[in-house]
């Protein structure tokens, strides 16, 4: 799955000009917890909430209510962003954007193209793309196996669903210590008989979710 499969095409962007107060007032009516800064179809900065804190009076201050919404009318956002913008290509992996958002703890990455900005990819983005990989909201059964680390296994267990004439729609695998979890999720809500044939096989079942709604 590429980065252009599950991000936010064509994002609300601001220029560096906006002010702080004009700033703040879109980040209420928009409900986004940051924008894109551009400039002449240039990407320059990014905008978090966090960010306006840095520059704006804190509770602390001495200014009264008319002096801090001159100061938030006066000074743009350009004082409060950030500008040196992690970025990602549009035909970037997700797991490319999900390990550069790790290594650099950022939750957000403006997604670019022929160096111009296509799209924006959030954590959120990266959860959803989880779920609907394992298809975990879809009806159907979720069975974990425990299988050796060999070659062939999936291929072994995977004929013991075809056996029963039952499509496997999605499969994971976490890798253990010489063992690994095979995940298989597939449309059968009665499980009881192939269940039944996976332990005659000589597979450890470590646990089954049916989801029938």
Do not use: C, W
Request: no cysteine.
């Amino acid at each position: 799955m590429f980065v252009r499969d599950r991000m936010t095409k064509n994002p609300y962007t601001i220029p560096s000009s906006t002010t702080i107060a004009d700033a703040v007032a879109l980040f209420r009516e928009k409900g986004f917890r940051r924008f894109p800064v551009v400039d002449n179809g240039k990407l320059v900065g990014i905008l978090t909430k966090e960010d306006i804190q840095t520059v704006s009076p804190t509770k602390a201050t001495s200014l009264s209510i008319f002096e801090v919404n001159y100061f938030l009318s006066k000074i743009t956002i350009k004082e409060a962003m950030t500008k040196k913008v992690i970025t990602i290509e549009a035909d970037n992996l997700l797991e490319e954007a999900a390990v550069k958002m790790r290594e650099h703890k950022i939750s957000t990455l403006p997604v670019m193209e022929n160096g111009k900005l296509v799209g924006i990819i959030t954590e959120s983005d990266i959860f959803e793309a989880f779920i609907d990989l394992l298809g975990f909201r879809e009806k159907g059964s979720r069975i974990t196996i425990e299988t050796k680390d060999v070659p062939g296994g999936i291929a072994d267990i995977s004929e013991i669903f075809y056996s029963f004439n039952i499509n496997i729609t999605h499969i994971a695998m976490y890798a253990g210590d010489g063992v690994r979890d095979l995940i298989i999720r597939s449309s059968v809500l009665d499980t009881s008989e192939l269940e039944k044939r996976i332990k005659e096989k000589g597979y450890k079942i470590k646990h089954v979710l049916i989801n029938d709604k």
